[in-house]
């Protein structure tokens, strides 16, 4: 009998992206049917390019416009890996249009506009789900047994440090909404899978300037 695969609409072509196309099409339930972009031509690109990687069962569509691909009988899921600011809008259009959502971290600027996401999710019926994956790890069991062993751990956390941060490109900077922008979820998921307890954000400062002639030796 052949399987029944699940559709999925790569709505952008962040790198992050091509992680997740890789993905997609290693598994025996699923493949890329879709890759949308504001311009045609940069989803035929991606397309092409990941293909050479990790080619699939069939040629995914390049559609130049979200709303397209979101609405696409051909998707079934929409992944979702577009600034944070932008998320909101397009996860309620997914969830609008019947298609479940895998929306990458942080899903939202704040709490209220997940809450609004998760809600419009549960009323159309369709899954969503968010892409913070790296707890799952062997790895972090490890790293908690090494923490916490009553014998060889390392004793009581008194203080824990964390930093995360990426080149973020002039279209990235142009969407973002500096008063509004969560934390990053990396160095805040790790504190509280050491923790234990779920953590709130007191305050926070977004970073956007950096020394260009950093002496890194």
């Known amino acids: ?119 419009e999710c549960e009323t159309a019926g369709v899954q969503f789900m968010d892409g913070v994956m790296f707890d799952h790890s062997i790895r972090w069991s490890a790293f908690l047994d090494a923490i916490h062993d009553p014998v060889k751990g390392l004793g009581a956390i008194r203080r824990i440090q964390t930093h995360f941060s990426f080149p973020g490109d002039a279209e990235f900077q142009a969407v973002l909404r500096p008063r509004e922008i969560t934390p990053s979820p990396h160095a805040r998921t790790s504190s509280q899978l050491c923790l234990g307890e779920l953590l709130e954000t007191v305050s926070s400062r977004l970073q956007t300037e950096y020394l260009a002639n950093l002496d890194s030796a």
């Open 1 to 119: 009998m052949t399987q029944i695969k699940c559709r999925w609409g790569i709505l952008g072509t962040a790198g992050i992206a091509r992680k997740m196309w890789n993905a997609i099409q290693a598994s025996p339930g699923g493949m890329v049917a879709a890759v949308g972009s504001r311009r045609t031509q940069r989803a035929a690109t991606f397309i092409r390019e990941c293909s050479r990687e990790r080619p699939g069962v069939s040629e995914p569509l390049a559609i130049g416009d979200y709303q397209s691909l979101i609405e696409h009988p051909e998707v079934d899921v929409v992944y979702l890996p577009l600034p944070t600011a932008m998320r909101k809008r397009f996860v309620i259009d997914a969830a609008r249009a019947g298609k479940h959502v895998l929306c990458e971290k942080p899903a939202a600027v704040n709490s209220n506009d997940l809450e609004e996401m998760v809600a």
